[in-house]
């Protein structure tokens, strides 16, 4: 049993994170575009994250002490838009809008346009270069606050990345924690044949990073890792989160066709009524 979180706690976000996948498939189904696998594999984590470990204030979005989260492959940001909207940043409703035109919620997410969005997202091996300039200013103004950036795995292929990792490694940057989102999927097929990343730990710890490798649909895990995360001060952290893309939905899990697509209507009613299914047994499972 974590030492960071009690049972209840641990059903509650459960729960939530099961309604984001539900809010996530009606969002992405009346958008008819979108990016569905990846959403679905990272929504325990995002709602772990406004739920239980950021330090932030949604009536208040722009908290100059707020803890900041940089959504590096911004194509998952129907996930983050669904989060925000359940911790009460805009009304539910306006997840509707999603990709359509004059809306806030665009299909990569804007700075300027949705407030509690940290910065642009699109480019992908940007964000993490853009989280260590956060990390490092955040130490220079001695403010206790921390910066985390969620990252794909595909996007490792990018040499920005590893320039951005090179440096917080170097600077000691104990204020940053990554998390990478490692769901063996891009858009091109299967991350190991398009272009491999392992061994992805030794990678980070020869970069002078503090590894941590979770299960990430276990929030406990989850949880777990960011308290350790705080507690290292001599270097940057990085929790290698493994996911299921599409998870939730046994027909699209680990199926690199889902990376880009949204459900049609008819798949879109199958897929609820499964994840309504699975909210029922979430919830026995804790009574």
Not at 16 to 32: D, Q, S, V, Y
Not at 64 to 92: Q, T
Not at 144 to 150: E, H, L, T, V, W
Request: net charge negative; with cysteine; aromatic share 8%.
């Amino acid at each position: 049993m974590s030492n960071y979180i009690s049972e209840s706690k641990i059903q509650e976000l459960e729960i939530k994170a099961n309604e984001a996948r539900e809010l996530l498939i009606e969002m992405l189904t009346e958008a008819g575009s979108g990016h569905t696998a990846g959403s679905l594999g990272m929504a325990d984590i995002f709602t772990a994250f406004y739920f239980h470990i950021l330090n932030h204030n949604p009536k208040n979005p722009d908290w100059a002490e707020r803890d900041r989260l940089i959504l590096s492959n911004g194509h998952i940001c129907p996930i983050r838009y669904v989060a925000m909207a359940m911790s009460g940043y805009f009304p539910l409703e306006e997840l509707k809008t999603l990709r359509k035109f004059g809306s806030r919620l665009q299909g990569h997410p804007e700075r300027e346009k949705l407030p509690g969005v940290e910065t642009t997202s699109g480019p992908l091996g940007s964000g993490l270069g853009q989280a260590c300039g956060m990390a490092y200013a955040a130490r220079m103004d001695k403010k206790p606050f921390r910066i985390y950036c969620a990252m794909s795995d595909g996007e490792h292929d990018e040499g920005s990345l590893w320039e951005s990792a090179m440096f917080a490694g170097k600077n000691k940057l104990s204020n940053l924690t990554g998390i990478i989102d490692r769901n063996n999927i891009q858009i091109d097929g299967f991350t190991e044949n398009v272009m491999p990343l392992e061994n992805l730990r030794a990678k980070y710890e020869a970069f002078n990073w503090h590894v941590l490798e979770v299960d990430g649909h276990n929030i406990e895990q989850f949880i777990d890792a960011i308290e350790e995360a705080k507690a290292i001060f001599e270097k940057p952290t990085v929790i290698i989160a493994h996911t299921i893309p599409g998870k939730g939905l046994p027909e699209i899990e680990f199926d690199p066709a889902w990376h880009g697509k949204s459900p049609k209507p008819e798949e879109a009613k199958k897929f609820l009524n499964e994840l309504r299914t699975l909210g029922g047994k979430i919830k026995s499972e804790h009574q």
